[in-house]
């Protein structure tokens, strides 16, 4: 297969030329008008010579044209892969060998009969007359045959290397070579083709004719010349007067006539016409040489410029007239009717072969790559796998070739894309499958906690509620926290705040995450359909932002706490009745020990001691007593506060008198200002908080150092101040923050821990912030605290 | 001590601070009448007529309350009444019973006398 390219190619193309070549040499001999047997033998010995040599050389440079497309289709064949630059040169030998190896081809054919013309000319000179348009004639014939050769070796050549090519470019394709090789366009083709199509049979057409008119012409002045010289002959061999002059006279003949040469050199003209030819150099000799060669045969001169026949004429019987006669004829050209059928039909014959097959191949080569990209295309169209479409083979470097590298990267790019999908479906799958085990953990998660958990959108509709939270659901409608926002008057009772106030809709948790806010531990009340008892709930809330930071939805997570805050309860209300049993027990104890030591007057002074011990131990048992219950009640929410006008420094002062155990420590009232310091208080309430802040100072200061209570007015914020300042140990900076805290003792397991059960601070805070006030203090340890409160003025 | 001996009713259910309150009154010279209960508060108010009485509100049998509603609701002019009471909100207590006043337990015990003492009426003078 690798080896009969050359032999493929050589075949069919030098086939099809052979036809065309034994063609011209028939018209050659036609339009040199060689007639004679002999004479034709041997042109067409020359031509044939010719052709071989021709042939040969023709072939030799396409065989060395193709070597590398061969050397690569072996390559291929074999199991190698074929070197990048053998893939290259291939390639452009595929491309460019049908542009360069026709335009040699026709340019052979351009040449070819130049030699042998020439050869004509020198050998046939005396027997073959050429005109002086021999030349021209042959060049033009040799540039007809071109127009003839040029676009049939080119439709030949690129029908038979075309799929050659496609194949080289679909490797070079695959191991990404760009393709050379020269780049010829259909539209330069077909205009060349078409051109080529005009130029060919036109110019043979034109220079047969012409030359033809020449043969005629000739042929006629020829015989012209016969009669003319015959008529003289006789005339001058039966007349007296045996001169040139009588003899033209006598023919009388309307001819252009004539110059006369006699032998002795003498030149008789009889017209202008022959008198200016007379005078023209080298007459003479030719005249002389026609009658040397053939004294009874017409010559016609082709050299000269105008159209002359010789004849020469024996001498006449008076001796008188050896010559030769030179006829100049007018041209008159009569039609050769022959010849031009012979041409018309020729030509017809030639061009119905040549153009269709010119025609046929050029097509074949534009419908090859053509087929291949329909192909192609319809594959892309049916086949839904666009890894399955193969490449289109580029045939030429052309438009169509363009469009097939255009389609195969149309074809990379769908393939690049579909891969691309295919790995984006993947990913997605697996994402999704992510996604999905996520959901169903969280599902799981969600489902076995104890917590409700609701989940809403942005306009509040319910998207995910738990098990646990369709649980509170089942409860009461009402515990929908965010379905009580969308649907107002569902029925039910309504959350209730703990101190029983129901809950607004825009109050609820999920409404109020909505618009923002985070929501910690709340509680709300519900009652139980069914029991009708109380269920409380505690509520946290947070929105759900998304990406942006715009509120998507809010998440609320609601827990029944109602048996914590029932056992809190309980207990509460155990520690309150049981501070209330121990208050009857203490009257009596406090009751008798007192009335003991006052009636008795006989009691030793160890009696007296032990009842005094009794009598301040069941004061101990008092406070505490007083302490349970005021947290109970803070707790309870039980804090009966009767707020009234009082006047702060009063109470300050009946306060600071009725300290016990003040003798050790002085404590100073100052008032910082001098009008009404009536404030909104509970009385009995504002002193429990000073004697605590107090009986703190007291009790961290040491023996003798003074107490100042500082009283203070704000008319702008239209409320009164109250500092217990001392010198005292003060407060630890890391005890500093729990100060306030119930049961939270800053001095346990320290030298100044007086015992005590971390009630009265807490109690100071609660009891002032439910009369609308503020607490707070500055302390510095070993230096002393200062402990203020504030109380709206009345 | 140049002080009216003035008939007071205790009426607690506590034996033991029902004594100290008595022995506290007696002390001062005051007669005292002990019931443990409402109903033998009722009873007693029948047989001793007293210008004062010290009433518990928590008792067995017949509550304070109860008792207070029963005893004015029976006598055309009854006696004051003091409400002794741990219980927190002693005042609006005496104020639903119509008390005259009250003494939050655990009392001071110069502090019983001495409110017994205010509270009495004129009528105890004469």
């Given at each position: 297969?690798?080896?009969?390219?050359?032999?493929?190619?050589?075949?069919?193309?030098?086939?099809?030329?052979?036809?065309?070549?034994?063609?011209?040499?028939?018209?050659?001999?036609?339009?040199?008008?060689?007639?004679?047997?002999?004479?034709?033998?041997?042109?067409?010995?020359?031509?044939?010579?010719?052709?071989?040599?021709?042939?040969?050389?023709?072939?030799?440079?396409?065989?060395?044209?193709?070597?590398?497309?061969?050397?690569?289709?072996?390559?291929?064949?074999?199991?190698?892969?074929?070197?990048?630059?053998?893939?290259?040169?291939?390639?452009?030998?595929?491309?460019?060998?049908?542009?360069?190896?026709?335009?040699?081809?026709?340019?052979?054919?351009?040449?070819?009969?130049?030699?042998?013309?020439?050869?004509?000319?020198?050998?046939?000179?005396?027997?073959?007359?050429?005109?002086?348009?021999?030349?021209?004639?042959?060049?033009?014939?040799?540039?007809?045959?071109?127009?003839?050769?040029?676009?049939?070796?080119?439709?030949?050549?690129?029908?038979?290397?075309?799929?050659?090519?496609?194949?080289?470019?679909?490797?070079?394709?695959?191991?990404?070579?760009?393709?050379?090789?020269?780049?010829?366009?259909?539209?330069?083709?077909?205009?060349?083709?078409?051109?080529?199509?005009?130029?060919?049979?036109?110019?043979?057409?034109?220079?047969?004719?012409?030359?033809?008119?020449?043969?005629?012409?000739?042929?006629?002045?020829?015989?012209?010349?016969?009669?003319?010289?015959?008529?003289?002959?006789?005339?001058?061999?039966?007349?007296?007067?045996?001169?040139?002059?009588?003899?033209?006279?006598?023919?009388?003949?309307?001819?252009?006539?004539?110059?006369?040469?006699?032998?002795?050199?003498?030149?008789?003209?009889?017209?202008?016409?022959?008198?200016?030819?007379?005078?023209?150099?080298?007459?003479?000799?030719?005249?002389?040489?026609?009658?040397?060669?053939?004294?009874?045969?017409?010559?016609?001169?082709?050299?000269?410029?105008?159209?002359?026949?010789?004849?020469?004429?024996?001498?006449?019987?008076?001796?008188?007239?050896?010559?030769?006669?030179?006829?100049?004829?007018?041209?008159?050209?009569?039609?050769?009717?022959?010849?031009?059928?012979?041409?018309?039909?020729?030509?017809?014959?030639?061009?119905?072969?040549?153009?269709?097959?010119?025609?046929?191949?050029?097509?074949?080569?534009?419908?090859?790559?053509?087929?291949?990209?329909?192909?192609?295309?319809?594959?892309?169209?049916?086949?839904?796998?666009?890894?399955?479409?193969?490449?289109?083979?580029?045939?030429?470097?052309?438009?169509?070739?363009?469009?097939?590298?255009?389609?195969?990267?149309?074809?990379?790019?769908?393939?690049?894309?579909?891969?691309?999908?295919?790995?984006?479906?993947?990913?997605?799958?697996?994402?999704?499958?992510?996604?999905?085990?996520?959901?169903?953990?969280?599902?799981?998660?969600?489902?076995?906690?104890?917590?409700?958990?609701?989940?809403?959108?942005?306009?509040?509709?319910?998207?995910?509620?738990?098990?646990?939270?369709?649980?509170?659901?089942?409860?009461?409608?009402?515990?929908?926290?965010?379905?009580?926002?969308?649907?107002?008057?569902?029925?039910?009772?309504?959350?209730?705040?703990?101190?029983?106030?129901?809950?607004?809709?825009?109050?609820?948790?999920?409404?109020?995450?909505?618009?923002?806010?985070?929501?910690?531990?709340?509680?709300?009340?519900?009652?139980?359909?069914?029991?009708?008892?109380?269920?409380?709930?505690?509520?946290?809330?947070?929105?759900?932002?998304?990406?942006?930071?715009?509120?998507?939805?809010?998440?609320?997570?609601?827990?029944?706490?109602?048996?914590?805050?029932?056992?809190?309860?309980?207990?509460?209300?155990?520690?309150?009745?049981?501070?209330?049993?121990?208050?009857?027990?203490?009257?009596?104890?406090?009751?008798?020990?007192?009335?003991?030591?006052?009636?008795?007057?006989?009691?030793?002074?160890?009696?007296?001691?032990?009842?005094?011990?009794?009598?301040?131990?069941?004061?101990?048992?008092?406070?505490?007593?007083?302490?349970?219950?005021?947290?109970?009640?803070?707790?309870?929410?039980?804090?009966?506060?009767?707020?009234?006008?009082?006047?702060?420094?009063?109470?300050?002062?009946?306060?600071?008198?009725?300290?016990?155990?003040?003798?050790?420590?002085?404590?100073?009232?100052?008032?910082?200002?001098?009008?009404?310091?009536?404030?909104?208080?509970?009385?009995?309430?504002?002193?429990?908080?000073?004697?605590?802040?107090?009986?703190?100072?007291?009790?961290?200061?040491?023996?003798?150092?003074?107490?100042?209570?500082?009283?203070?007015?704000?008319?702008?914020?239209?409320?009164?101040?109250?500092?217990?300042?001392?010198?005292?140990?003060g407060i630890p900076t890391q005890k500093q923050g729990g100060i306030f805290r119930?049961?939270y003792?800053a001095h346990?397991?320290?030298?100044?821990?007086?015992?005590?059960?971390?009630?009265?601070l807490?109690?100071?805070?609660?009891?002032?912030?439910?009369?609308?006030?503020?607490?707070w203090f500055e302390s510095r340890e070993?230096?002393?605290s200062?402990f203020?409160?504030?109380?709206?003025?009345? | 001590?140049?002080?009216?001996?003035?008939?007071?009713?205790?009426?607690?259910?506590?034996?033991?601070?029902?004594?100290?309150?008595?022995?506290?009154?007696?002390?001062?010279?005051?007669?005292?009448?002990?019931?443990?209960?409402?109903?033998?508060?009722?009873?007693?108010?029948?047989?001793?007529?007293?210008?004062?009485?010290?009433?518990?509100?928590?008792?067995?049998?017949?509550?304070?309350?109860?008792?207070?509603?029963?005893?004015?609701?029976?006598?055309?002019?009854?006696?004051?009444?003091?409400?002794?009471?741990?219980?927190?909100?002693?005042?609006?207590?005496?104020?639903?019973?119509?008390?005259?006043?009250?003494?939050?337990?655990?009392?001071?015990?110069?502090?019983?006398?001495?409110?017994?003492?205010?509270?009495?009426?004129?009528?105890?003078?004469?």
């Open positions: 297969m690798a080896r009969s390219l050359i032999a493929r190619v050589t075949a069919i193309a030098f086939g099809v030329e052979l036809a065309f070549a034994l063609a011209i040499p028939v018209a050659y001999l036609h339009l040199f008008n060689i007639e004679r047997r002999e004479d034709r033998a041997l042109v067409l010995a020359i031509v044939g010579a010719l052709y071989l040599v021709r042939t040969a050389a023709l072939i030799g440079f396409l065989a060395s044209l193709l070597r590398p497309i061969e050397r690569w289709l072996a390559a291929s064949h074999s199991s190698s892969q074929p070197a990048p630059d053998l893939t290259r040169r291939a390639a452009r030998a595929a491309y460019d060998a049908p542009l360069l190896f026709p335009l040699v081809w026709a340019t052979s054919w351009l040449l070819f009969y130049l030699p042998v013309t020439a050869s004509l000319q020198g050998l046939f000179a005396d027997r073959i007359p050429l005109s002086a348009r021999a030349g021209e004639a042959t060049v033009l014939f040799g540039f007809s045959c071109f127009a003839a050769a040029l676009p049939l070796s080119y439709a030949l050549l690129s029908w038979l290397l075309g799929p050659v090519a496609g194949r080289i470019s679909l490797s070079a394709r695959e191991r990404d070579l760009a393709l050379p090789g020269r780049r010829l366009s259909v539209r330069a083709r077909l205009v060349a083709l078409s051109l080529s199509l005009i130029t060919a049979p036109t110019v043979w057409m034109g220079v047969n004719a012409y030359m033809s008119q020449i043969w005629t012409a000739q042929r006629n002045l020829a015989a012209r010349a016969g009669l003319l010289a015959d008529a003289l002959e006789h005339q001058l061999a039966g007349s007296s007067d045996r001169t040139w002059e009588a003899a033209t006279r006598a023919l009388s003949t309307p001819l252009d006539v004539v110059a006369v040469a006699t032998t002795d050199g003498a030149i008789i003209a009889n017209s202008d016409a022959a008198r200016e030819l007379a005078a023209a150099p080298g007459l003479r000799f030719r005249l002389a040489r026609a009658l040397s060669r053939a004294p009874a045969e017409t010559v016609l001169d082709p050299s000269a410029q105008r159209a002359l026949a010789y004849r020469g004429i024996p001498a006449g019987t008076g001796g008188t007239f050896p010559g030769a006669v030179a006829l100049v004829i007018s041209r008159e050209p009569g039609r050769d009717r022959g010849g031009e059928l012979f041409t018309l039909l020729f030509f017809a014959l030639v061009a119905l072969s040549w153009a269709p097959i010119c025609a046929g191949f050029l097509a074949g080569s534009i419908a090859g790559p053509l087929g291949s990209i329909r192909a192609v295309v319809a594959q892309i169209v049916e086949s839904e796998d666009a890894d399955r479409v193969g490449r289109i083979p580029i045939f030429h470097r052309d438009e169509l070739g363009e469009l097939a590298q255009g389609v195969n990267e149309m074809i990379d790019r769908l393939q690049a894309s579909a891969e691309r999908i295919r790995r984006y479906g993947a990913d997605r799958e697996q994402l999704l499958a992510v996604a999905a085990r996520r959901a169903a953990e969280l599902d799981a998660v969600l489902d076995n906690m104890v917590e409700g958990v609701f989940a809403c959108d942005r306009s509040g509709g319910l998207t995910h509620t738990n098990a646990a939270g369709l649980r509170l659901l089942d409860l009461s409608p009402a515990v929908a926290v965010s379905r009580a926002t969308q649907e107002p008057g569902t029925g039910g009772v309504g959350p209730l705040h703990p101190d029983g106030r129901p809950f607004s809709p825009a109050e609820l948790p999920l409404a109020r995450a909505l618009a923002g806010e985070i929501i910690v531990e709340e509680d709300e009340v519900l009652e139980n359909p069914s029991s009708h008892r109380p269920v409380f709930l505690r509520s946290s809330a947070a929105p759900i932002r998304d990406t942006a930071g715009a509120i998507a939805g809010a998440v609320a997570v609601a827990r029944d706490v109602t048996e914590v805050v029932e056992f809190d309860r309980l207990k509460d209300q155990f520690i309150r009745v049981a501070a209330h049993e121990l208050k009857t027990p203490v009257a009596i104890l406090k009751g008798y020990s007192l009335m003991l030591m006052r009636s008795d007057q006989t009691l030793s002074i160890r009696s007296r001691r032990m009842l005094e011990a009794i009598d301040r131990g069941a004061e101990r048992i008092n406070r505490i007593v007083e302490d349970l219950l005021d947290i109970s009640q803070a707790f309870l929410d039980a804090l009966h506060l009767s707020p009234a006008p009082v006047d702060l420094d009063e109470l300050a002062r009946e306060t600071v008198a009725g300290l016990r155990a003040s003798e050790l420590h002085r404590v100073v009232v100052q008032r910082e200002d001098p009008g009404p310091m009536t404030v909104r208080a509970d009385a009995a309430r504002t002193r429990q908080v000073l004697g605590n802040l107090l009986s703190n100072a007291i009790k961290y200061s040491p023996a003798g150092g003074t107490i100042e209570v500082v009283l203070s007015v704000d008319r702008a914020a239209g409320e009164a101040r109250t500092s217990v300042r001392d010198s005292g140990v119930l049961f003792r346990t397991d320290t030298p100044h821990d007086y015992g005590g059960m971390g009630v009265g807490y109690m100071a805070k609660e009891l002032i912030k439910r009369q609308g006030g503020r607490i070993g230096e002393g200062i203020s409160f504030t109380l709206p003025l009345a | 001590m140049e002080k009216a001996s003035l008939m007071v009713l205790v009426v607690e259910d506590d034996p033991d601070l029902a004594a100290l309150e008595a022995d506290l009154l007696e002390e001062r010279g005051h007669r005292v009448e002990v019931a443990f209960n409402g109903r033998e508060a009722l009873a007693a108010v029948e047989r001793a007529s007293p210008d004062l009485i010290l009433l518990d509100m928590k008792m067995p049998v017949m509550s304070g309350r109860e008792f207070a509603d029963e005893y004015r609701r029976r006598q055309r002019s009854p006696a004051p009444i003091v409400v002794v009471t741990a219980a927190d909100d002693a005042q609006r207590r005496a104020a639903e019973v119509g008390a005259s006043g009250w003494i939050a337990k655990p009392f001071d015990p110069d502090a019983l006398v001495d409110r017994v003492t205010r509270l009495l009426p004129s009528a105890g003078r004469s």
